[in-house]
């Protein structure tokens, strides 16, 4: 699919020849009635969280209540076309993490586009993961790593939650920045990829920083490195993987966005009350327990980020020839 990138970055700072005074005035009212914000994940998973911690605040802030509805399923592409079909009244909105991005390559055919489609509000934040591997694996550091696997090709093995999952493609990514050979073993979900990395059957894992951080205490996983490109407070002490594969970055980023032509007025007042959130003691808490770091930021910004994301798993995607199941 062709990223209309520019196009895109426009739909992030308004939407032309729509007439200004009406929609500034109606803008100033809303929202008068509740907004739903959809959630393509079930309940309880950091995406539901976050949609929940940010309802709140939003209900707090316009007076009227913001609703979570959770409609899982497809990667989240179930949601992602209901909200990018929905009225663009501002009204309904979809609370993201990077997997939309991820789709945009990883699906042949979707009934929407979403760079075309949605119009970004508001980033929130972005999370590291963190590279564990198996006690038992010949390696306690990142270089050791990369050395036993290029000495032993197809010998090491990383686990996913599946095919086209973020933990994947942030596996696939250290294999062509490293030009290691390891194998990929997706799994159907996050937790029996856990139970065999626990168990010995796989030796690595880019793995959430929150849901590793108890067996890392314990000391039945040894943390090699965090992916994004500073040091994660969670983990002071443990290295990025960009200290030894210069370049490297990949987070899980959580944001809010809406159907295109929403009014720019109203994704400016969200954009606005969001932000004021994300500097609030309350909120600044609850994303430090999951080592988050605030995006804030206009809503060309998180344009910009989505639609460089999009590029870049793209080309991953493409590289390592990645079907969805």
Partial sequence: MKLARRAFLRLAVGVAGLPVIPQVAWAQNYPTRPVRIVVGFAPGGSTDLLARLMGQWLSERLGQQFVIENRPGAAGNIATEAVARATPDGYTLLLIDTQP??????????NFD????????????RVPAVMVVNPSAPAKTVPEFIAYARTNPGRLNFA???NGTGPHL????????????IIHVPYRGAAPALTDLLGGQVHTYFMATLASMDYIKAGSLRALAVTTSTRSDLLPDVPTLAEFAPGY???T???I???KNTPA???DKLNKEINAGLVDSRIKVRLAEIGGTALAGSPANFGKLIADETEKWSTVIRFAGIKAN
């Fill in 249 to 251: 970055e990949t987070s």
């Fill in 253 to 255: 980023w959580f944001g």
């Fill in 114 to 125: 979403f760079i075309r489609d949605i119009t970004p509000v508001a980033g929130i934040t």
């Fill in 257 to 259: 966005v809406a159907p």
């Fill in 101 to 110: 991005a991820i789709n945009v390559t990883l699906y042949d055919k979707l």
């Fill in 265 to 267: 007025e109203v994704v």
């Fill in 160 to 162: 996913s939650p599946g």
């Fill in 170 to 181: 942030a596996g696939e990514l250290f294999k062509a920045m490293t030009g290691v050979d």
